[in-house]
């Protein structure tokens, strides 16, 4: 089992910035594949974007991509999503994910087997 926390949300000018953080506790020394999802109010949750264990590949839905940056420092079991340039279609909240076994990013939310309870994240134009 891991256990994962979202935190850093919170309500941003539009073209303004947030940092968001995913913290893992648990079986965290098993190598697993990390992602970001978002869910919009009356919208079906999306991908944001994927890294693999190890940092080496990563993947964005293009509605972020030139604007998001996923990383992770598995030291101290935490993942990250710089948003730049935020939208008010960005305005939605946002989960962090966590798949094993997997040697590829994955933007397929079914394939991930822990979420968190997610953060909001507040576009205001």
């Known amino acids: 089992q891991v256990q994962l926390v979202e935190s850093g949300g919170g309500l941003v000018q539009a073209g303004g910035s947030l940092r968001l953080s995913c913290a893992a506790s648990?079986?965290?020394?098993?190598?697993?594949?990390l992602a970001w999802f978002r869910q919009a109010p009356g919208k079906e949750r999306e991908f944001v974007a994927s890294?693999?264990?190890?940092?080496?590949?990563?993947y964005y839905a293009d509605s972020v991509k030139d604007r998001f940056t996923i990383s992770r420092e598995n030291a101290k079991n935490t993942m990250y999503l710089q948003m730049n340039s935020l939208k008010p279609e960005d305005t939605a909240l946002y989960y962090c994910?966590?798949?094993?076994?997997?040697?590829?990013?994955?933007?397929?939310?079914?394939?991930?087997?822990?979420w968190g309870q997610g953060t909001q994240v507040t576009v205001s134009s």
């Open positions: 890294i693999t264990w190890r940092g080496s590949r990563t």
């Open positions: 648990g079986r965290t020394f098993r190598p697993y594949t």
């Open positions: 994910a966590a798949v094993y076994g997997s040697s590829e990013p994955v933007h397929i939310a079914l394939r991930y087997d822990y």
